[in-house]
C-alpha cells in the first residue's frame, strides 16, 4: 500500500481564512492533537511575518511530538539580499524546527510584475535560498507558487525553476494551485508532464476556488504526488485549502493508499470538530465524511431503505471516520422517521398508537413556528413524552422580570433576574445576578429550584447558540436558541423560539431543566419499563 | 460552442438538505429568477409525496416563463401495480406538467433489497412507467438511480436498464450518483463506456458526500454528457447536491461551453443570494465563485500584489459571476491594508501621518476582544475617523435601564426600555415598549434622538446577527451582535462585542446611528474636503 506524505498548513494558510484565528495557545493544542492524528508535517506558521508566530515556534520546541515534524514556512529571499543576511531566511532559521518550506515563483506574470526581476535572477533566488537553508541543515520543502499557471504560461521556465530547487537541494517539489484556478484534468496532465522530468518527491497543494481542491490533490496523486498540502475542514484564504478531511478518508478507504493508521481515522471526525471549537466556528454540518448531516437521512424513501441496508444508502460506513448515521425528523418526516428517532431516543413508540398522528401533527406545527428538531434531541423527546403523557410538571412559573442597568456610558450594564416559581404548594421567591440577561435568568432559576430539586447541581449549560430566523424585521426578528447542557455523563440540546430573546432562552432553558429532572427522577425500575 | 441543459432541483433535491425549506410562494419566486437566468429545467417538487408541492404545481400553471420548462418529479410505478392506476404516477399527471423526471433502479443490491423484485419485473417497470408518461404527452426525463454503483456492481444490467428507458422513449437518461461515493476518474471511465452503448442525450446528477460533486459533473460533461442536474449552493440531502453556482462558471468560463448569456451569469452571485435568503440560510462566505470571500484578500504579500495586478490572486474576473474583489482588515494585515480600506471607504489616509499606526493598533486590541471589521465597515471607518480626529459626539448616554417581564408561563413577556440623553445641553428622559429587549432599546433610543436629529428616520434597522463567540461558558459567554441598516440608497454593517447581549447590541446600535448622522450631517463641500 502506497504511503502518502500528510503536511497540514491549519495553522499557517489555514489562519488566512476570514474569520480564522487561533491563539498560541489553540495552536499548540493542534499541533498536539495533529500529531496524535499521524499528520507528517506540521506548518506551524511564518516566522518572519508575525509576532504570534515566533512565538508559537519558541514554545512549540518544547512538545513532545511521537511523529509529526513542526516546518517553518516564508519566502525566497528577497532580491537584492545576500542569502546570509535575509531578514526572512534568518527568521525560519531562528524558528529552529527540522524542516523548512519556502515558496518561490514558477510563473513569469509573477517574477515579471511582483518581484519585477529578470528569469535568470529568479533562478538564483530559489538556488541560494533552498541551498543556504540545506547548508544549516534543514530539510527543505520547496512550494513551487503559481506553478500550474506558470506551467500553463511557460511550460519550460516553470519546469526550470523545478529543477533548480531540485539541484538546489530540496526534498519535495510542491506543485502549488495558488488561485486555486486549475481544473482537474489540467492538474492530471500537467503533474504526468512534471513527473517525466523530476525524480524528486511530488507534493500538491491545491486551493478551492473552483470546488475542486479536493479532486484536483486526488488526481496529482494518482498521476504519482507523494506529498499532499491541505487543512482541516479546508480553512483556508478564499474559499479556502485543500480539505484533508475528505482526502484522507478518499485516499484510504477508497484509493488505497495509506495515510494514516485505520484506527486514527476513526478519530478524523473528532479532530475536525476540535479544530472548529478552537477556530471558534460553528462545525458546518454539511462537510463530506465529518459533518452532522454526512449521513443524516431527511427524505421518507431513503430512511426506510437505509432502515432496511444501510449499504443502499450510505457510501461508506460512517464509524470508519469517527462519524454516525442520524434520521432526521421534520416538516418532510413521516412516521417511520418518528418510530425510529423513537426508538433512538429509547421510547417505546407502539404505546403511542393513536397519539402518532399527533406527534407528527405537533413537530410540523412547530417547525411552523421556527423551530428546528434535528439539533435538539432534548426538546424533541419532552415534545413525544408530553403527548404519551409520560410527564411530570417539575414547577410553575409565577412570573419572572429582568431588568439590565447601565448607569452612564463607561459602565457596563448590570443584569439581575427576579422569578417567582411555585413547586407543589411552596412558592419560593428569589433573584440573580449575571453576565447578561439570559444568565442572570439562568442563575435565579436555579437558585429557586434547586431547594427542591437538589440534583440540578449535577448539570451545567455547555454550549448556548443564538440564530436570528429572518433577518427582514431587524431587532424585532424571530430568534431560536439552542442551549446544551452537560451533567457528568451525558449531554442534552434544547431549543426555543421566539421573537423575544429572553423568552425564546427561557424555553430552552427550562426545557434543559426539564430533562435533566425527568431523566434523573426515574428510577432505574421505572426506566426499564418506559424501555 | 456546444450547449449544456442546466436542470435545476434546487426545489425539490435542494430541500431534502438538513435546514432547507421553502413555503409554496418562496418556490414560486425561486422559479421566475431560476427562469430569468436562463435554467432549462426548473424541478418544482414531488406531487406524489407531500401536499405542499401539489400546491406549488397547481400554482405554478400561471407562471409566465420565457424560457424554462417546469418538470414534476417521482418514482416509476410501484411493483403491484398496474400503471396507470399507480397513484404515484397519477399524481405526475396531476401536475400537469410538460415535462416529468421519474427515476428507476439500476443496482441490483436495491431491486433485490428494496423492491424485492425480479431483475426482469424492475425492467418491465422502467419500461411501462416511461411509455406510459410518453403516451400522455410527457417529455420524459429518466434518473438512473445508483447508476455508478449499479455499474461498478453489474455493468451489463446497468446499462440495459438504460437500454429500457431509452426504448420506451425517455428523452435523457441521467446518471445518478445517488449516494455521492463515485470518484472522478470513475465517472469518466463508466459515462465513457456508457456513451459506447447509449444514443439518447446522457445527464448527469452527482452529490457530495466525497467533497467531489463539481469534478465528477465536470468529467461527465467532458466525456459527453449535455444535461446537468444541481442546485443552486449545493444545497441538498447529507452533503448536499452538486452545486449549480460552480459549476455553471467553471464550464462557461473555463471550458467553453455554453449554459446561459454572459449578461445572466454576471447575476449568479445575486441568484445565490436570494436563494439563501428564500431558504432561511446564512450565505456561506466561502463560497466559490460567488461568496463574499471568493475574492477577498488577507494576507499582506497577497494584498500588495493584487493592488498591482489583479489576475496575479485572481483566477477570473469576479464581475463576471456579479461578485467583487474585497480586501480584509485584520490581525493580519498592515498598513497596506488599511490604506486600501480607507480609500475604498473614502478616507484620505494621506492625512493620517503618525495615526495610521495607531489605527493598526486599535483594530489589533479590538479584534482581541472580539470584534471583527471583515463584516462590519461602518464600525471601522467610524473608528478611523475617531484616530484622525474627524468626528463628532452626536450624544451622551446617562443611562439606560431594560425591563423584561413575564407576568405568568403562558403569557409572552413584555420589553421596555428607559433611556436617558443628552444633547448639546438639554436631556432627554424617555422610555418605548418593543418585540423583545433589543428593539425596545433600539425604539427608546430613537425616541430620544429623533427630537434632536430628524434625519434618523430615514433610516431603519435591516439585519441583526448574534453569533456566541466562546460556546464554553454556556449562557456567559461573549456575544457578537452585526447590525445591517439601511436608508434609501445605502446600507452598512456596525458591530458590538460584549458578554451582555444588550450591551454588545447598543454598542451596534449606537455605532449605526453615529454612521449615518456622521454621513448625513457632512455637507457637500466638507465632504469634497475629506476624501
Known amino acids: 500500500m502506497k504511503r502518502i506524505q500528510l503536511y497540514d498548513t491549519t495553522l499557517r494558510d489555514g489562519t488566512q481564512g476570514e474569520d480564522v484565528s487561533f491563539s498560541v495557545e489553540d495552536k499548540l493544542r493542534i499541533a498536539q492533537r495533529l500529531d496524535a492524528f499521524g499528520v507528517d508535517y506540521i506548518e506551524g506558521g511564518w516566522p518572519g511575518s508575525n509576532p504570534r508566530d ?12 511521537h511523529h509529526a515534524k513542526i516546518a517553518a514556512f516564508g519566502s525566497t529571499r528577497r532580491a537584492k539580499n545576500r542569502v546570509e543576511e535575509d531578514l526572512n531566511i534568518l527568521a525560519l532559521l531562528d524558528a529552529e524546527t527540522s524542516v523548512v518550506t519556502i515558496f518561490g515563483k514558477s510563473w513569469i506574470l509573477h517574477v515579471k510584475q511582483a518581484l519585477q526581476i529578470s528569469e535568470e535572477e529568479n533562478l538564483e533566488i530559489i538556488s541560494d535560498s533552498v541551498a543556504y537553508l540545506k547548508s544549516q541543515g534543514r530539510e527543505v520543502i520547496y512550494d513551487a507558487e503559481h506553478f500550474f499557471d506558470g506551467f500553463k504560461s511557460d511550460r519550460s521556465y516553470a519546469l526550470q525553476t523545478l529543477k533548480t530547487a531540485e539541484a538546489a537541494g530540496a526534498e519535495v517539489l510542491v506543485l502549488c494551485d495558488t488561485n486555486g484556478g486549475t481544473l482537474t484534468h489540467e492538474v492530471a496532465e500537467i503533474v504526468r508532464e512534471v513527473k517525466k522530468h523530476i525524480k524528486s518527491e511530488i507534493g500538491i497543494h491545491t486551493h478551492n ?55 486514527h481515522l476513526r478519530r478524523l471526525t473528532e479532530l475536525s470538530h476540535f479544530v472548529s471549537d478552537l477556530a ?19 427524505g421518507g424513501v431513503h430512511v426506510s431503505a437505509v432502515m432496511k441496508s444501510p449499504a443502499t444508502y450510505e457510501h461508506i460506513e460512517p464509524e470508519r471516520v469517527g462519524n454516525q448515521r442520524r434520521v432526521l425528523v421534520s416538516d418532510l418526516s413521516g412516521r417511520s422517521n418518528i418510530s425510529y428517532k423513537s426508538a433512538e431516543l429509547g421510547i417505546d413508540i407502539e404505546r403511542a398508537g393513536e397519539h402518532l398522528q399527533e406527534i407528527v401533527e405537533d413537530i410540523k406545527q412547530k417547525e411552523f413556528e421556527g423551530y428546528r428538531y434535528e439539533d435538539a434531541d432534548g426538546s424533541l423527546e419532552l415534545l413525544i413524552r408530553r403527548r404519551l403523557n409520560d410527564w411530570q410538571e417539575f414547577f410553575d412559573l409565577e412570573g419572572f422580570k429582568v431588568i439590565i442597568h447601565k448607569e452612564s456610558k463607561e ?5 439581575e433576574a ?11 421567591h428569589t433573584a440573580a445576578e449575571g453576565n447578561g440577561p439570559v444568565n442572570a435568568l439562568d442563575h435565579a432559576l436555579r437558585k429557586a429550584l434547586e431547594k427542591f430539586y ?8 455547555a454550549d448556548y447558540k443564538v440564530r436570528v430566523l429572518d433577518g427582514q424585521d431587524g431587532t424585532g426578528a424571530k430568534v431560536r436558541v439552542l442551549i446544551t447542557s452537560r451533567n457528568s455523563d451525558a449531554s442534552w440540546n434544547t431549543v426555543g423560539v421566539s421573537t423575544d430573546i429572553i423568552e425564546a432562552s427561557w424555553k430552552a432553558l427550562v426545557d434543559s431543566i426539564y430533562y435533566h429532572l425527568s431523566r434523573s427522577s426515574v428510577g432505574k425500575a421505572e426506566a426499564a419499563v418506559i424501555r
Do not use: W
Request: proline share 4%.
Open 54 to 65: 515566533l512565538e508559537f515556534f519558541r514554545r512549540a520546541r518544547q512538545l513532545r511530538l
Open 209 to 263: 476556488d473552483c470546488e475542486l481542491a479536493v479532486a484536483n490533490t486526488l488526481a496529482a496523486v494518482q498521476e504519482g504526488a507523494v506529498h499532499v498540502q491541505g487543512t482541516i475542514n479546508g480553512y483556508g484564504e478564499r474559499c479556502g485549502n485543500a480539505n484533508l478531511c475528505s482526502i484522507i478518508p478518499n485516499l484510504q478507504l477508497k484509493l488505497g493508499y495509506k495515510c494514516v493508521e485505520d484506527e
Open 280 to 298: 471558534n466556528l460553528s462545525h458546518r454540518k454539511h462537510l463530506p465524511f465529518v459533518g452532522q448531516s454526512a449521513f443524516a437521512h431527511k
Open 411 to 415: 459602565e457596563k450594564p448590570v443584569s
Open 418 to 428: 427576579l422569578i417567582k416559581v411555585r413547586v407543589g404548594d411552596e412558592c419560593e
Open 454 to 461: 437538589p440534583q440540578l447541581k449535577e448539570m451545567h449549560l
